[in-house]
C-alpha cells in the first residue's frame, strides 16, 4: 500500500527555517503529481506547492503565498519530497500534509494543482510563532 510520510514539522519564530520531507514508499507507477498542502484551524486546505512528472508541470509550481520562500524538490530516485521553507511566517501555521497522485489520476489531470490527490500523508504541525 502506497503511504506517504512525512517528516520535519516543529516550531521556529518569525523568519526561521524548516525542511519538510515526505517518504513515499512502494510506488508502483512511472510518473506522478506529488504536492505539499496545509490546512491551519478554521481554514480550507490549500495547496503550497506541486510537482508532476511526464509533462509539462514537471518544475515546481508554488502558491502566491509561498513563492520565493518556499522550495520544493523530489530526489533522484523519486521517492522522497522535500519543502525548504525560509522566512516563515506565522500565518504558515499549519498542519502540513503530502500528497501523491499517479499517472492519469484526478490531480494529474489538472496540472498536480487540485487537491484531488489519491495518496496522502497524516500531516505534520509546523508552528511560527512572533
Known sequence: EVQPMESGGGSVQTGGSLRLSCVVSRWPYDGYCMGWFRQAPGKERE?????????STSIPDYSNSVKGRFTLSVDERETTLSLQMNDLKP???AVYFCAVDPPYGPAWGRGCRSDEYEYWGRGTQVTVSS
Open 91 to 93: 500565518e504558515d501555521t
Open 47 to 55: 495547496r503550497v506547492a506541486s510537482i508532476g512528472s511526464g509533462f
